[in-house]
């Protein structure tokens, strides 16, 4: 069903053979993935393996250097694409939040629609709202994000995405930064966009919330997808013995903490 | 003794002091003109300047090159040399709508040429304090460029940059005497000349008094803003 609306035949999100490069240094190796409409893929792997970077090549925050990339039938690679026009239907979440200081939490999530997309402040207001209550923070849609906690930021700065409504959704250790007595608001919500059909990307260190949500599983190495799989598989039975290492010593690290 | 006496005499003849004020008075208002007017403009020239400092791509280089240029010759040219280029300059060009204004309106124009040099690298510096995240962010929720400068970056930038900023106001508003050199009567000329007319220096105490008040209250506030800007950084460390 997701093939057909589409247009043209391949899935939601199309990565194919891409690479890049920060000077010398090569930070994605001939990565090939295909997201269907619907589904949710988590990146898993070290610090430094090129998650992040990943993420950011689908938004065009930066431009791979060899390879091609489809979202929603359009070919990112492609030089003459809009980019604001594609960004709009991509919505990203940093680690950090990166909500607007200046702005308050309604101004933060009104911003792009009214700006981005030209529609009045009534309108704009209209779609924020509800979408502050549904996170619980109504009642702080005046407050300036310095005087809310870490977990009510991040969970601010998803809805500022949602507000655009986009296709996919980006999410890049959204929970790292939060106290843990915080991540599991924010987890919960992701949880529930899940549900709701959203397809989505992350990258993430919370391996149970892995398991739970994912339809697949990427791990990272060295810029290369070493192992992909159902969540089962990956967790369970592990083909590479680098995602084994992997896998123990984060699990090891959890038990810790 | 006598020589003391003189020195009352030069410096605190009261009787001096009550036809100074009001002349120097008169040429004051220039000055406060000349400051008024220049910082409006040095504000929208400069920050015009540092937003095309700033633009990104190759397109943009020979208007970036243009900027640096300007922000470097008016940087490095004495304030006086810039007053002489306009003053006398200006009206040796025989342009028309240009070399026939007043003195005041050249003062005005040295004044705006050489603070906007350096309020720009001031409001450069605020915008690049802010960090790429933020442009991360809005460029990601499909802001434009501009869009983003304008609507993310440049009101933090702003509010990072009004100590900093003000600073330089308050140098702008002492340079308007400067500008005396090409015959703008403001205080400090008319100053001299009563000097030398009554052959004492009441009028450059007036002058000088006239200077001070009007830069304590924006020194003074300068400094509030940056202590509040440290307390509520501290706040924030906790
Ligand atoms: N702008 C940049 N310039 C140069 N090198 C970069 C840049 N961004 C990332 N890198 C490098 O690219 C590699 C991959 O980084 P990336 O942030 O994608 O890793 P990650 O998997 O997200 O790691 P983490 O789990 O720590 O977030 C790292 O070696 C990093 O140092
Ligand atoms: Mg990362």
Redesign the interface.
């Known amino acids: 069903m997701s093939v057909a609306a589409n247009g043209n035949g391949g899935a939601f999100v199309q990565i194919r053979d891409v690479s890049k490069w920060f000077g010398e240094l090569q930070v994605l190796d001939k990565i090939t993935l295909d997201v269907p409409e619907h589904d949710v893929v988590c990146l898993i792997g070290a610090s430094g393996s090129g998650k992040s970077t990943l993420l950011r090549c689908l938004?065009l925050?930066e431009q791979v250097n060899e390879g091609e990339i489809v979202v929603d039938g359009v070919r990112l690679t492609h030089e003459k694409i809009d980019v604001?026009?594609l960004?709009?239907k991509?919505?990203?979440v940093?680690q950090?939040y990166?909500?607007?200081?200046?702005m308050t939490v309604l101004q933060n999530v009104m911003?792009?629609p009214r700006?981005?997309?030209g529609i009045s402040r009534d309108e704009a207001e209209e779609r924020a709202r509800p979408l502050l209550r549904r996170i619980g923070l109504e009642a702080k849609a005046d407050e300036y994000p310095?005087r809310l906690s870490g977990g009510q930021q991040q969970r601010v700065a998803i809805v500022?995405?949602l507000a655009?409504q986009p296709k996919l959704m980006l999410l890049d250790e959204i929970t790292s930064a939060l106290d843990p007595q915080l991540v599991s608001d924010v987890l919960d919500l992701v949880r529930e966009l899940a549900d709701s059909g959203m397809t989505m990307i992350l990258a993430t260190h919370e391996m149970g919330f892995a398991r739970e949500v994912a339809d697949k599983i990427c791990f990272l190495d060295g810029g290369c997808i070493l192992e992909e799989g159902p969540p089962e598989q990956i967790f369970r039975d592990p083909r590479e013995p680098r995602t084994r290492q992997f896998l123990a010593r984060v699990l090891e690290a959890e038990r810790m903490s | 003794m006598h020589a003391f006496r003189q020195v009352i005499h030069a410096f605190f003849n009261p009787h001096s002091y009550t036809l100074a004020i009001p002349d120097v008075w008169a040429g004051f208002q220039v000055n406060l003109k000349m400051m008024g007017i220049a910082e409006v403009l040095v504000l929208v020239f400069a920050l015009s300047i540092a937003i095309v400092r700033g633009l990104p791509g190759p397109a943009a280089k020979p208007l970036r090159a243009l900027a640096i240029a300007y922000t470097d010759f008016f940087r490095g040219t004495p304030i006086i040399v810039v007053s002489f280029l306009i003053g006398f300059g200006l009206p040796g060009l025989q342009l028309a709508g240009i070399s026939n204004q007043s003195n005041m309106v050249y003062g005005v124009i040295t004044l705006t040429l050489v603070y906007t040099a350096y309020v720009t690298e001031v409001y450069r510096a605020g915008i690049e304090s802010v960090h790429a995240s933020q442009r991360s962010a809005a460029r990601s929720l499909g802001l434009s460029y501009f869009q983003s400068m304008r609507y993310v970056v440049i009101p933090q930038a702003v509010r990072r940059v009004i100590p900093p900023l003000l600073n330089d106001f308050i140098g702008l508003q002492k340079d308007t005497a400067i500008v005396s050199v090409i015959g703008v009567s403001e205080a400090a000329l008319t100053a001299q000349q009563f000097s030398n007319r009554n052959g004492d220096f009441p009028s450059y105490v007036v002058a000088a008094v006239f200077f001070v008040l009007i830069t304590i209250p924006l020194a003074r506030f300068t400094d509030h803003l940056v202590q509040e800007r440290e307390r509520k950084e501290r706040a924030q460390a906790f």
């Open positions: 938004n925050l604001n026009e960004r709009r991509i919505g990203i940093f950090a990166n909500l607007f200081p200046h911003l792009a700006k981005a997309l310095d500022r995405a655009m």
